[in-house]
T-cell receptor, first 114, second 109 residues
Framework: DGGITQSPKYLFRKEGQNVTLSCEQNLNHDAMYWYRQDPGQGLRLIYYSQIVNDFQKGDIAEGYSVSREKKESFPLTVTSAQKNPTAFYLC?????????????FGSGTQLSVL | EDKVVQSPLSLVVHEGDTVTLNCSYE??????LLWYKQEKKAPTFLFMLTSSGIEKKSGRLSSILDKKELFSILNITATQTGDSAIYLCAVQGAQKLVFGQGTRLTINP
């Protein structure tokens, strides 16, 4: 079955620690996205990538980093510089970016700080 | 700055009622408006609207776009407890998809 797989479902971070959230898709989509969702708020864009080896900052990129070495994979690292990382993180993909096409979402990762 | 505003933020109704959810936007180079339903984790796609005045319908759900007044509505008739969810509106601009805050809909039996 085609889709987007995020792992882990739950993740705990200690003070000063970097953690990496995984996102893999087998839909052959060019564009991939990372969103953050806080309670009572909508989805806010962290980073997005339109093609392999290229990515752009979204609205709240500070304290996060990404890579896009393969078309299928778009991991997100939450660095120690992100002071309030507790949130629900959603990865998504679309055939292309900026064309108004619908996004396909993964099941998300809930990140909490210990 | 691109902006999408949904209202109400929260709505509680009884099973069988009809509800209308609102989404207004200010986006540069509008491409499309999308509605998603988020029950637990992953949002699921409901509708994509690109043209004004053309209603999209799927069962008890329907949606319409007004590009002159810059808003969309999502209607749900004869609501069921399974309709309880967060409904997200998103608008595709020149570069990225901008989401609203979501409307949390609760259907009581």
């Amino acid at each position: 079955d085609g889709g987007i797989t995020q792992s882990p479902k739950y993740l705990f971070r200690k003070e000063g620690q970097n953690v990496t959230l995984s996102c893999e898709q087998n839909l052959n989509h060019d564009a991939m996205y990372w969103y953050r969702q806080d309670p009572g708020q909508g989805l806010r864009l962290i980073y997005y990538s339109q093609i392999v080896n290229d990515f752009q900052k979204g609205d709240i990129a500070e304290g996060y980093s990404v890579s896009r070495e393969k078309k299928e994979s778009f991991p997100l690292t939450v660095t120690s510089a992100q002071k309030n990382p507790t949130a629900f993180y959603l990865c998504a993909s679309s055939p292309q970016s900026g064309r108004g096409e619908k996004l396909f979402f993964g099941s998300g990762t809930q990140l909490s700080v210990l | 700055e691109d902006k999408v505003v949904q209202s109400p933020l929260s709505l509680v109704v009884h099973e069988g009622d009809t509800v209308t959810l609102n989404c207004s936007y200010e986006v540069t180079n509008f491409r499309s408006l999308l509605w998603y339903k988020q029950e637990k984790k992953a949002p699921t796609f409901l509708f994509m609207l690109t043209s004004s005045g053309i209603e999209k319908k799927s069962g008890r759900l329907s949606s319409i776009l007004d590009k002159k007044e810059l808003f969309s509505i999502l209607n749900i008739t004869a609501t069921q407890t399974g309709d309880s969810a967060i409904y997200l509106c998103a608008v595709q601009g020149a570069q990225k998809l901008v989401f609203g805050q979501g409307t949390r809909l609760t259907i009581n039996p």
